[in-house]
């Protein structure tokens, strides 16, 4: 869409989407690998006269803030300003069951739903491959947002020029994932902090290898490969002390026949790669080790599937 091509539009229409959480990194994967999960961001547009309103339900209750500061809100605004369009009047409705600043990619999700009700909202359809080249200059890093647009398990890459192009990998079928986090936010600029700015060149030379293991053992279930390719020197050492109860945590999930434990995304949660059956189980047992460590209320976990879909529109 050209600009200016939405210019003195006001036949607003109503619009309501549904988009995935996603993990991302999944150890050595950093910043370049995603996978969609079973949890969900709910967004609704009304149109309607007056200025813009906002509604929060479910995770969303605890931000502060006024439709100005909330990012879904200003996503949406900015993609039809940029566009020539006056920001229409309404109601936008979300609700969330993500936990926020926990590793379940929250902000992707808002972003990938306002562009998308933004798109809605002017009659257009949800264009995901345009949607993620306008995401990258909210989110930077891609890895959320690309299963949070196409489901699944989602590589990011960028050639000589720096355009980013996300494509589907293989996942098996034969996987289960457990997820868990303590009571602890950990904002994403606070964990990008905590990285070095540089590594030696052997690091980053096991790190590839790691990643070839990842992607094969996801595509595979191969339980060796998983563990090798979960493993991480780029970013995992730096943000655990991040997390606290992380390692007691992690090694309850190997307990409980996880085989393979890390981060998700930049923390606070952790994610683990097991069996299907033995998910429930896996999420239980990182839950309890972070019950143990004193520190703020609010442990959740789940067993988690995979989201195949991504952003889906939803009938309003």
């Known amino acids: 869409m050209r ?8 036949d607003w229409r ?3 989407v549904r988009v995935p959480a996603s993990t991302s990194n999944l150890g050595a994967g950093f910043d370049v690998l ?20 906002l509604e ?36 936008l409705r979300v609700e969330s069951e993500i936990p926020v600043a926990r590793g379940l990619g929250s902000s992707a999700t808002a972003v990938v739903a306002g ?25 930077g890093h891609l890895d959320n947002v690309a299963p949070a647009l196409f489901g699944g398990l989602v590589g990011v890459a960028k050639d000589v020029e720096g355009r980013a192009r996300a494509f589907p990998l293989p996942l098996s079928g034969e996987l ?10 950990v904002p994403t600029q606070k964990a990008r902090a905590a990285l070095p ?9 096991r790190g590839l290898g790691r990643l070839a293991a990842l992607v094969r053992g996801l595509a595979t279930g191969d339980p060796e490969l998983l563990r090798i ?18 390692t007691g945590a992690f090694e309850a999930a190997r307990e409980a026949g996880a085989w393979a434990v890390t981060i998700s995304g930049s923390g606070s949660g952790l994610i683990a790669v097991c069996a299907p059956e033995r998910a429930a189980e896996v999420a239980g047992a990182m839950a309890e080790a972070f019950r143990r460590v004193p520190g703020p209320e609010g442990v959740v976990s789940f067993a988690a599937r995979p989201d195949e879909q991504g952003i889906r529109v939803r009938r309003v």
């Open 3 to 10: 600009g200016g091509e939405l210019a003195g539009f006001r």
């Open 229 to 246: 390719g979960f493993e991480d020197e780029l970013h995992v050492p730096y943000r655990l002390p991040l997390i606290p109860g992380a």
């Open 197 to 205: 700015a540089s590594v030696a060149h052997a690091v980053a030379t």
């Open 176 to 185: 289960g994932f457990a997820w868990a986090a303590p009571g602890v936010e």
């Open 34 to 53: 995603g996978l969609a999960l079973n949890r969900y961001l709910e967004a609704e547009y009304e149109p309607g006269p007056g200025p813009l309103r």
């Open 115 to 139: 562009i998308g009700l933004a798109m809605l909202a002017a009659g257009r359809e949800v264009d995901r491959e345009e949607a993620l080249a306008e995401a990258e200059g909210w989110e």
């Open 14 to 16: 109503p619009a309501r």
């Open 56 to 91: 929060r339900r479910g995770t969303l209750t605890a931000l502060a803030g006024g439709p100005g500061e909330d990012l879904l809100v200003r996503v949406f605004c900015a993609y039809l300003e940029r566009r020539g369009a006056a920001v229409p009047g309404g109601t």
